[in-house]
């Protein structure tokens, strides 16, 4: 079966500090892979997507940059952290192709101080 | 762009009331999905939808996909502590070669003991 693993769990972090998150998913091949953002409890905002291992699509202008270096691990960074980049960060996957749903990660709760 | 109308924002009931929430675009989707979300965890898919005026029931719980393909209801029949959360209801497409999910604002449901 398919599992999606991202960590960690929660981030303290300074302003003007880099971050990396990651999330990697096994039991499947060639995913559509997803970053979302959460504020305050409410609301999935779409960050990035990815189809395939180097592509990369943006959803909004921001301070976050994403990484696909391998088919099922996708990565989310930022050289410098902002106070407005606090939030709850979710990677999600779904299969290309079938039109089923996405399955969600456990989620990243990023606190910047 | 897409968006979902999600009502209501919040609702506040009594153990063992049932609930009705729903959904509409102004745009017509070929899937609709239902996904709840606990505190500090990932969205988890409840019930998904693919054909229009598709009646579908998990447990508890019975979504519909509207006639229409631009609206959708939740219904959870004698509620639990345990349902307790935010509820989101999602229309899938395909943009630029990649599945997307777009949410709604979601619903919170609370339960007074």
């Known amino acids: 079966s398919q599992t999606i693993h991202q960590w960690p769990a929660t981030l303290v972090q300074p302003v003007g500090s880099p971050l990396s998150l990651e999330c990697t998913v096994e039991g499947t091949s060639n995913p559509n892979l997803y970053w979302y953002r959460q504020a305050a409890g409410r609301g999935l905002q779409l960050l990035f997507y990815s189809v395939g291992i180097g592509q990369i699509s943006s959803e909004v202008p921001q301070n976050l940059s994403a990484s696909r270096p391998q088919d099922r691990q996708f990565i989310l960074s930022s050289k410098k952290l902002l106070l407005s980049d606090s939030g709850f960060y979710l990677c999600a996957w779904s299969a290309q192709g079938t039109g089923r749903g996405y399955t969600f990660g456990s989620g990243t709760r990023l606190t910047v101080v | 762009g897409q968006q979902l109308n999600q009502s209501p924002q919040s609702m506040f009931i009594q153990e063992g009331e049932d609930v009705s929430m729903n959904c509409t675009s102004s745009?017509?989707?070929?899937?609709w999905l239902w996904y709840k979300q606990d505190p500090g965890e990932g969205p988890v898919l409840l019930i998904a939808l693919y054909k229009a005026g598709e009646l579908t029931s998990n447990g508890r719980l019975t979504a519909q996909f509207g006639i229409t393909r631009k609206d959708s209801f939740l219904n959870i029949s004698a509620s639990i502590p345990s349902d307790v959360g935010i509820y989101f209801c999602a229309g899938h497409d395909i943009i630029q070669g990649a599945q997307k999910l777009v949410f709604g604002q979601g619903t919170r449901l609370t339960i007074n003991p």
């Open positions: 745009s017509i989707f070929n899937t």
